[in-house]
């Protein structure tokens, strides 16, 4: 008693002890139970990643056809939810569309929130992979004035949730399966990363045992940071104006190690990963493939590849360990799939959810788990006597 650890950030502090995602950020590995991002990345799909985050194990084609049945049977989003929509100002950032529909999910559910029921649990759980993407589609659709579409249950998680971001109803939508196995796997990347930020808040909050919706709606605004999730839109709005200013990544490189204000190379860099990021390895695959598609190359993706280059060349990025994350080729990708910058974020947060229920259930069963409470070094005044206004 009387002792306190002073660890601004966390850096040195485990909170818990979890056994859903393994990271080795010396050597650049990730695991979800064990298995290998790179083999999930090539032979598994997002619902069973997500399967296989919130239970454990991956499942048998049984349990894998009763979990996509249940999440298809709940996409539909109340009708009074989805006049929420209207609420909001027509450029309104997805990201607090999403949290706020969500958060409000606890209002539509109110009889089933009891943390500590199970079956309750369960039931939160298969809505909220059901409807956060029909949320998501629907923000999309209301930022852009278009009618919002039912989902179509025939159709698989990703598939559907494509279709409701584009297509139309006086017409039928065509799904580019290329696209959709590219989304699907650039959830599977996202899907869990352990303490990151917006798990620890969900965990956080959920510590005070609010109920699942509410600890999920703050961490997606957790995520909604430029150094967390945001960074898939700020690399892209870095990009453009490397390219509007010419394309010249020297530069940009130069004013980045000359810490000019507000100027970070985004996009790289990690608290945990000292090397290269797994993801980003099989993530610039993809965006070679995807975006050697589109006719004549794809200027920002040369001037990204130019950028990490210089950068991983470069003594100030060596010397400090930084390597390209993540978010470094997302962008790119979800550009040239149609999703406008605003909405990178609300992906993560899609390829996000099933790590933070995850990790939200597992905190709930844990036994050591107590209230979030970090205790601080205070700074301030001493004690002093009150002043009458006349006074001061
Ligand atoms: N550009 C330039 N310098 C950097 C960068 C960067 N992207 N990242 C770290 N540094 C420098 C930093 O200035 C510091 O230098 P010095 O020792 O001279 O003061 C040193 O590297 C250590 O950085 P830090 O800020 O103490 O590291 P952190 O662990 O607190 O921050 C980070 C990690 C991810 C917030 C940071 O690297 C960053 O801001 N990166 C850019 C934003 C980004 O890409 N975020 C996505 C992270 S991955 C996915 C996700 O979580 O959403």
Not at 26 to 36: A, K, V
Not at 155 to 177: C, K, Q, S, W
Not at 287 to 308: F, V
Request: with cysteine; charged share 25%; net charge negative.
């Amino acid at each position: 008693a009387g002792y306190i650890t002073y660890d601004p950030g966390f850096v040195n502090t485990g909170a818990t002890s979890s056994a859903i995602t393994y990271i080795d950020g010396e050597q650049g590995i990730l695991r979800y139970r064990g298995y290998p991002i790179e083999q999930l990345a090539q032979r598994s799909t997002f619902i069973e990643v997500s399967y296989l985050l919130i239970y454990g194990e991956l499942p048998t084609k049984q349990q894998l056809e009763d979990f996509t049945s249940k999440i298809s049977r709940h996409t539909l989003l109340h009708e009074d939810l989805k006049r929420f929509f209207d609420g909001f100002p027509r450029d309104a950032h997805p990201m607090p569309v999403l949290s706020s529909a969500v958060s409000a999910l606890s209002t539509f559910y109110q009889d089933s929130l009891d943390p500590a029921d199970t079956d309750n649990v369960e039931l939160s759980t298969i809505r909220l992979l059901a409807k956060v993407p029909t949320i998501a589609a629907y923000a999309y659709k209301k930022s852009i004035g278009q009618p919002f579409l039912y989902p179509d249950n025939s159709l698989g998680l990703v598939e559907n949730f494509l279709r409701m971001t584009f297509g139309l109803p006086a017409e039928p939508y065509e799904i580019d399966p290329a696209m959709a196995k590219a989304l699907d796997l650039l959830f599977i990347l996202h899907a869990d990363h352990e303490q990151n930020c917006s798990t620890s808040t969900v965990r956080l909050v959920g510590s005070s045992e609010a109920n699942l919706f509410a600890s999920i709606s703050a961490g997606i605004m957790a995520l909604f940071g430029p150094l967390h999730g945001g960074a898939n839109s700020a690399v892209l709005e870095m990009l453009e104006r490397i390219k509007a200013d010419g394309g010249d990544v020297d530069t940009f490189v130069n004013r980045v190690k000359n810490k000019e204000a507000g100027v970070r190379l985004m996009g790289f860099g990690h608290r945990v990963y000292k090397n290269y990021d797994p993801r980003a390895k099989i993530i610039k695959q993809t965006a070679d493939e995807i975006l050697s598609k589109i006719a004549g190359g794809d200027e920002l993706l040369d001037i990204a590849k130019r950028l990490e280059e210089r950068a991983l060349s470069d003594d100030y990025f060596i010397e400090r360990k930084l390597y390209p994350n993540v978010d470094f080729y997302t962008g790119l990708i979800y550009r040239a799939m149609g999703f406008p910058t605003q909405f990178f974020t609300v992906l993560f947060a899609l390829g996000r959810l099933p790590g933070w229920i995850a990790h939200w259930r597992e905190m709930m069963q844990d036994p050591a788990t107590k209230i979030g409470r970090p205790r601080q070094i205070y700074t301030g005044e001493k004690e002093r006597d009150y002043k009458p206004l006349s006074e001061r």
